[in-house]
C-alpha cells in the first residue's frame, strides 16, 4: 500500500475503562480515542473498544488512519478565527504568527501535534471532556477552507477574492 510510506503520529488521548456487571463476577472492557495525523494536514480520529488496552489503542489507531481528513492550512497555522462544539464543549481556534507555539489545553494540543500546526492560540469553554474536546476541535477544523476552494465557490480566482478583501480592510 502507498500509505505505508507515509509516517503517521498517533496520540492516545484517553484510556477508559468499563465495567460490565454479571452472575459471574465483573466483567473489564477498555475503549481507547486516538488522535492520528502525519503532521501534514491530514488527521483522523476514531474510538477502539477491546477487552485488552493494547488492542483497543491497535483498533482505534487503524480506524484513525482509515478516516483521515484534508485541514486547510496556511503555513504553520490555520487560515482564520473558527469556532467548533460538540455537546457541551466549545472550542475557539485563532491563527496565530509564527514562533507562537501551540497554546491549547492538553487534548486540542494532540490534535494539532499530529495536524502538524505549530502556531495557533485555542481555547476550550463548557465541558473539559476530553472525548468532547476532541471532537469540538474536530468540527471547528472541518469549517476551514482554503482561499482558494473559497474562490472557486464563488466563481472568482484568488487575486480577485483577495483584492476585495484588501478593499474591505481599507474601507474600515
Do not use: C, W
Amino acid at each position: 500500500m502507498a500509505d505505508n510510506k507515509e509516517t503517521f503520529v498517533d496520540n492516545v488521548v484517553n484510556v477508559r475503562r468499563v465495567t460490565k456487571v454479571t452472575k459471574g463476577g465483573k466483567r473489564f472492557s477498555f475503549s481507547a480515542l486516538v488522535v492520528s495525523g502525519n503532521r501534514e494536514g491530514k488527521v483522523g480520529i476514531a474510538l477502539g473498544r477491546s477487552r485488552e488496552v493494547s488492542s483497543a489503542i491497535a483498533k482505534a489507531t487503524n480506524k484513525a488512519r482509515k478516516r483521515m481528513v484534508e485541514v486547510s492550512l496556511r503555513g504553520s497555522t490555520i487560515p482564520y478565527d473558527v469556532v467548533g462544539t460538540h455537546g457541551a464543549s466549545k472550542v475557539q481556534l485563532r491563527p496565530a504568527s509564527k514562533g507562537t507555539g501551540s497554546i491549547s489545553g492538553g487534548a486540542m494540543r494532540q490534535v494539532f501535534d499530529a495536524l502538524g500546526v505549530q502556531d495557533i492560540l485555542a481555547k476550550s469553554m463548557g465541558s473539559g471532556n476530553r472525548q468532547n474536546v476532541v471532537k469540538a476541535t474536530f468540527n471547528a477544523l472541518a469549517k476551514l477552507r482554503s482561499a482558494r476552494h473559497l474562490a472557486k465557490l464563488r466563481g472568482k480566482t484568488v487575486k480577485q477574492l483577495v483584492g476585495k478583501v484588501e478593499e474591505d480592510v481599507k474601507t474600515q
